[in-house]
């Protein structure tokens, strides 16, 4: 199984401001998915793109995915204290399983 | 609202115990899967089911088992617990390959 890097490993920024994260991969893939975790806690599925479609918005989240540069970023915008947590990119490849980086650490400061 | 819930957020257990992860999930998902998360490494798959009975080893499997007698339910179990499988636990399920909900976790300190 392959895994998607996230990148840049941390990330802080102050309230307010946007938050822009990436993920590279290596395969041909069927979607892209992030997921954030909070400090201590299970992961939460944010938002899927699948692999015939550009860009994607959910709320303050916008995520964009290159298949040419099998790349993909996660926005946030307006970041707030709460967005603080690690987030993580992978991606459906045809089989169940999916596989976890080890995330970008965002902090967002009040 | 839709659920995956491990049995214990914290747990300390004595090297050479047997120990019993379990996870059960409401949403009649086909698919089961127990992580490690360890800092520095990200998550790594142990084992995941794709259905009732069946498993299939991830990238760590060494010194754990697994059971899957009813579809709702995914049990990880650490025969003899070592010092090196003190670990944050996270199950998940899903239907197909996208979006996998998540437990809370287990954050397992063996002593």
């Known amino acids: 199984s392959q895994q998607g890097e996230e990148d840049p490993q941390a990330l802080s920024i102050q309230e307010g401001e946007n938050a822009t994260m990436n993920c590279s991969y290596k395969?041909?893939?069927?979607?892209l998915q992030w997921y954030r975790q909070n400090s201590g806690r299970g992961l939460v599925h944010l938002i899927l793109?699948?692999?015939?479609?550009r860009e994607k918005h959910s709320g303050r989240l916008r995520v964009t995915l290159d298949t040419s540069k099998k790349s993909s970023s996660l926005l946030i915008t307006a970041s707030r204290a709460a967005d603080t947590a690690s987030y993580f990119c992978?991606?459906?490849?045809?089989?169940?399983?999916?596989?976890f980086g080890k995330g970008t650490k965002l902090s967002v400061i009040p | 609202d839709v659920k995956v819930t491990q049995s214990s957020r914290y747990l300390v257990k004595r090297t050479g115990e047997k120990v019993f992860l379990e996870c059960v999930q409401d949403?009649?998902?086909?698919?089961m899967f127990w992580y490690r998360q360890d800092p520095g490494l990200g998550l790594r798959l142990i084992y995941f089911?794709?259905?009732?009975?069946?498993?299939e080893k991830g990238d760590i499997p060494e010194g754990y088992s697994v059971s899957r007698e009813k579809k709702e339910r995914f049990s990880l179990i650490l025969e003899s617990a070592s010092t090196n499988q003190t670990s944050m636990y996270l199950c998940?399920?899903?239907?197909?390959?996208?979006?996998?909900?998540f437990g809370s976790g287990t954050r397992l300190t063996v002593v």
């Open positions: 992978t991606f459906g490849a045809g089989s169940y399983q999916l596989t």
């Open positions: 395969t041909s893939i069927n979607n």
């Open positions: 793109i699948r692999s015939n479609e």
């Open positions: 949403m009649d998902h086909e698919n």
């Open positions: 089911s794709y259905d009732v009975k069946m498993k």
């Open positions: 998940a399920s899903n239907q197909g390959p996208y979006g996998y909900t």
